[in-house]
């Protein structure tokens, strides 16, 4: 049998989905713009549980994982297109109305005008597909496939605190009855924020030279990014910027959280050693591209050891 | 209680959703060309059913609901995108890999590149969320709301064969168990066929002054291409062009047939009387647009009547 991980692998591989190897399809739009196109499925049951959250932040999350498509290339998000499929039982709810409210609020954030989508009835789950459109300069768009040997590689804010918030939701915490920090886990994992303006800024300034978003998790994405480019990556485990949180779910889970996903922080390269800017959030090297193709080692102390392809599993 | 259908297109009306107010949506591309962009979301048990179609058909389907809302612009076709949700109960067979052999042969048929999609499981039901852009030259794009009155209202093709052969199926029959004219009535609802050689035709010559595709069923459609234009209908029903293939489900149905769905013909609006072209696929004027605002009249004989404003209503 085979696992969720290796199935839709299998399938995004195969058939060149999930914008066939970057966070975006980019398309030719006129001589000094390209477009970027993406498409965002979320399952009831599979990517939320409506126990756990509520429709105005569903549809913020919505909105939100395409934004970090779009960040991952270093473009402006302007279109979107949203599909929501909903069950009979949420018809004369607010359900809708919240979750569009959600949604539009965070769409006027960034100047996100709704051109389109659909709307269907299904049998018993909610199912949304959010689709985003957006402009880059010509052929500046940042790609996985950019990253060289000796390149640094860096990442924005902090690491693992939307997988340890799905771990205390998982383990029965809920936001109204936790204390401040595991609110602010919590939060991380239902209402995550995309680094649209430090991905512009860096693309802007053309300081990286491979970017994707940390959605599957750090060690996933980094594996994607390498193969993208045709390179490996060595990481110095200390460097890791775990969020400040992390240590109120406990620390004998930490290893859960290394490979956890949906921080929706920026992942990237640059040859430089160091990048900061008032403008961009905190940014931490982590390690550097490596000749040893397709191979992520994690330095830990003494220790070095290869990370395998492993992932974000969905609950 | 609110019907299925209010509660959809409140929501539509609400949010501005299915394109705010067109097929597809219109957006600004270069100097010379415009971006159309379309959403259709596919969900099992409600849009389709896996015991009455096979998994190659399903791909072509899912395809072919938005080249017909690409077709209703009278745009070309470019750039897809395509989000599936598969249960774990399909995942060992080759279903996914025979959805997308239908869908890649029909879209290399139309020059249609995929560009990008997700792959997500889902917990019960397969879901397809099909994105398509196209191109249309600068301002060409036809619109639902050029009606004028006096222009003539004509459909390409024949109508109510799709909603005829959903009515088969629901009574228990099946393709590869009925004679030839069943069968045909089965294929327009498993294997509809968009006109999109004909929409570009009619906007190129400039023969429409409005357009939409008959997905939700002719007096609807219809009346939304009334109710962009701002003008009303009347419709000889003699005129109908009705599927030849109609009568092998009796005669005593055709009422729940006048108001289904799903044949995407093409409904438009023009200044002539008469269009024909090698071209062409048959065309039939079926009555003309009046002033009167929001209503669709049927002339039946020598008795007249409004429509209602409902349409078609998935199973």
Redesign the interface.
């Known amino acids: 049998?085979?696992s969720?991980f290796d199935?839709?692998r299998n399938?995004?591989e195969?058939?060149?989905?999930?914008?066939?190897g970057d966070d975006?399809?980019v398309?030719p739009?006129?001589?000094k713009t390209d477009?970027v196109?993406?498409?965002?499925?979320?399952?009831?049951?599979?990517?939320f549980r409506l126990a756990w959250t509520t429709a105005e932040l569903l549809g913020v999350k919505a909105l939100t994982v395409s934004l970090s498509d779009v960040a991952a290339m270093g473009a402006s998000p302007k279109?979107a297109?949203?599909?929501?499929?909903?069950p009979?039982r949420l018809?004369?709810t607010n359900f809708?109305?919240k979750f569009?409210e959600g949604w539009t609020t965070l769409a006027k954030d960034h100047n996100v005008e709704?051109?389109?989508?659909?709307?269907?009835?299904?049998?018993?789950?909610v199912?949304i597909?959010s689709?985003l459109?957006g402009e880059v300069p010509k052929g500046k768009a940042v790609l996985r496939s950019g990253a060289n040997p000796g390149d640094s590689i860096f990442v924005t804010g902090s690491l693992g605190g939307a997988a340890a918030g799905l771990i205390l939701l998982e383990s029965g915490f809920r936001y109204s009855k936790v204390g401040q920090r595991r609110k602010a886990l919590i939060t991380r994992q239902l209402r995550p924020t995309a680094r649209v303006d430090a991905g512009k800024h860096l693309m802007k300034r053309g300081l990286a030279t491979s970017m994707i978003d940390i959605s599957d998790g750090l060690f996933s994405d980094l594996h994607h990014l390498c193969d993208a480019s045709g390179v490996g990556a060595r990481i110095e485990s200390e460097n890791i910027p775990y969020d400040e949180n992390l240590d109120a779910i406990g620390p004998d889970i930490l290893h859960a959280i290394r490979s956890g996903g949906e921080d929706f922080e920026l992942l990237f390269t640059s040859p430089r050693k160091k990048i900061s800017n008032a403008k961009l959030p905190p940014i931490t090297r982590i390690g550097e591209i490596t000749t040893n193709v397709g191979q992520v080692e994690v330095i830990d102390g003494a220790r070095s050891a290869y990370v395998a392809r492993t992932g974000y599993r969905?609950f």
């Open positions: 049998m085979r969720e199935f839709i399938i995004k195969k058939y060149d989905l999930r914008h066939v975006c399809a398309l739009k006129d001589s477009l196109t993406t498409v965002d499925l979320l399952v009831e049951d599979i990517d279109w297109m949203l599909t929501i499929g909903v009979k018809w004369n809708v109305d569009y709704l051109i389109g989508g659909d709307v269907s009835r299904t049998p018993d789950r199912v597909d689709i459109l969905h």
